[in-house]
């Protein structure tokens, strides 16, 4: 590191970039189902199927869903934990989706993951300080004085105090482990974060502190987020734009005040619907979904909604929709606007 600082210097403007930092195109993940003694390929789960979108530096996208949508799957994807079935995930300019080895090695620094569990994600036989600072050794980023002192800047940063660096993560209630977990993706300075379910398993109170520090950090970094979640409220606190996916596929995407005003997907609107609000004048109708989520081993022909859809039609039983830009960058995948 000789001499470099740990300040974040890429102050640049999504508008003066001019330019994604990432790209998703036509990513898919497809698990096997194995049945017999010889474990014989029987069918896929379809976890992912063929979602594509962008992200622009210091941007937030927020990418919400029932359980089993696919959301965390598509974000381990990114983060390269999991393979893609096909498809190209685009970081920075550079195509990532086949990098293995010394080569991921270099560029994994650039993105970071905070988890759901702030306990499991921590190695509890290890020291806040060695857990912050494990990225930096990894990558050689530092001598052991200047690692030190990015751990106890980083602990600052996330409201933490310098003498933190030498307990154990037992020691620290839900709220702070997640601080710890922030503080140890920042320590190699990263452009991205993937946040998957990083609030849900604080208390309300603490979700907010959380949320706030995670906003505040976004400015001062000029980080970009993806943050994965299945409460809407949080996803409209943080993002700029969201996403909503079904049974693997993205179905809407827009800007926030126009997705959470203006729902074009009848799904959007009964996931909407269902969100506790303040009662107020013009308060959305409750929307009900009759039946299940399909199988994603066995998903239905044509629009993945189709089966719970009160608005279906013929041709939604037939063709599955594309993800069309309806108006002002809202895009929605589905027949009534085709």
């Known amino acids: 590191m000789n001499g470099q600082t740990w300040t974040n ?17 036509n ?22 199927d063929d979602v594509s979108f962008h992200l622009r530096p210091g941007e937030t996208l927020g990418i919400v869903g029932e359980s089993g949508c696919g959301k965390s799957t598509t974000g381990r994807m ?36 905070v988890f759901q569990d702030p306990y499991a994600s921590l190695n509890p036989k290890m020291a806040v300080g060695e857990i912050i600072g494990e990225p930096l050794a990894v990558n050689h980023m530092g001598s052991r004085q200047q690692v030190e002192q990015r751990v106890v800047d980083l602990l600052e940063t996330v ?17 702070q482990r997640q601080r710890i977990g922030i503080a140890r993706a920042l320590s190699a300075n990263p452009k991205l974060i993937v946040a998957d379910e990083a609030v849900s398993a604080l208390d309300v109170s ?5 949320l706030n520090l995670m906003v505040a950090l976004r400015k001062e970094f000029n980080l970009s987020y993806i943050f994965i979640s299945h409460n809407l409220a ?10 909503v996916m079904y049974l693997g596929h993205l179905v809407e995407m827009g800007p926030k005040g126009e997705l959470y005003r203006h729902p074009l997907h009848p799904y959007t609107e009964a996931l909407l619907s269902a969100a506790p609000e303040p009662k107020r004048v013009g308060r959305r109708e409750r929307i009900i979904l009759q039946g299940d989520v399909p199988n994603p081993a066995n998903p239905p022909q044509g629009c993945p909604f189709h089966t719970r859809c009160a608005k279906v039609m013929d041709i939604c039983r037939i063709q599955r929709p ?11 995948a589905c027949h009534l606007y085709s």
């Open 234 to 243: 949080v996803v409209r606190h943080i993002s700029d734009r969201v996403g």
């Open 9 to 25: 210097t890429r102050a640049e403007t999504s508008e003066q970039v001019g330019e994604y930092l990432l790209e998703v195109r």
């Open 27 to 48: 990513l898919k993940k497809y698990f096997p189902i194995t049945a017999g003694l010889l474990r014989h390929t029987t069918g896929y789960v379809k976890a992912v």
């Open 78 to 113: 990114i983060m390269r934990v999991l393979e893609p079935t096909s498809g190209q995930i685009v970081f920075d300019g550079q195509d990532i989706t086949d990098l293995r080895g010394r080569a991921l090695r270099e560029i994994r620094p650039k993105f970071q993951m």
């Open 322 to 332: 594309e993800l069309q830009e309806h108006v002002g960058g809202h895009f929605v």
């Open 159 to 175: 409201g933490l105090r310098a003498e933190d660096r030498n307990r154990y993560p037992h020691e620290f209630s839900g709220g």
């Open 206 to 210: 603490i979700q907010s502190q959380i």
